[in-house]
Structures are given as C-alpha cells and as structure tokens.
C-alpha cells in the first residue's frame, strides 16, 4: 500500500512495549507487510475517528436536548 518512494514520510521514532511489537511482527508477517506499513494503517484508521470534524460532531449531537431552556439574555446581565 504505503511505499518511500511514492509517499513522501517523515521519519519517527516510537516506543513500543515488547507485547506490542511482538504483535505487530507477527501481523506484519502474517499479512507480509513492513511494520511502518502497520503502523501507518493503523494511523489512517484511528486519526478520523479520534478527531471528529467540527461538522460531524454537529450532525451527531444535533437535537439531543429538544427539551432545553436557555434563559433570555436579558437574564445574562444580571448579576
């Protein structure tokens, strides 16, 4: 999928725990790609889902509390 040729990278160094990189050498092995092939696909997957769109968040969230009541802003003032 990834390859340095045609993607242009920035090298990374990460710690893993010996568990995980035992993990991801037999995945890697399994489905005969490189590490930082795994890793990277991994990336691709988790970053959209762990940052949300400003928008998609909107959408989701839309309507939840129908039954709200937000004071005037006249109520604001007073303090």
């Known amino acids: 999928m990834y390859t340095a040729q045609y993607m242009p990278s920035t090298r990374t160094q990460v710690y893993l725990t010996a568990e995980q990189r035992r ?10 790609l490189s590490m930082a092939e795994l890793v990277r696909e991994a990336l691709d997957r988790y970053l959209p ?10 959408e ?3 309507g939840t ?7 005037s802003r ?6």
Not at 74 to 79: K, N, P, S, T, Y
Request: aromatic share 6%.
């Open 23 to 32: 993990q991801l050498d037999t995945l890697a092995r399994a489905r005969r």
């Open 49 to 58: 889902v762990a940052i949300p769109s400003p928008s998609a968040a909107l």
């Open 60 to 62: 989701a969230t839309f």
């Open 65 to 71: 509390l129908p039954d709200l009541e937000v004071p």
């Open 74 to 79: 006249d109520e604001w003032a007073r303090g």
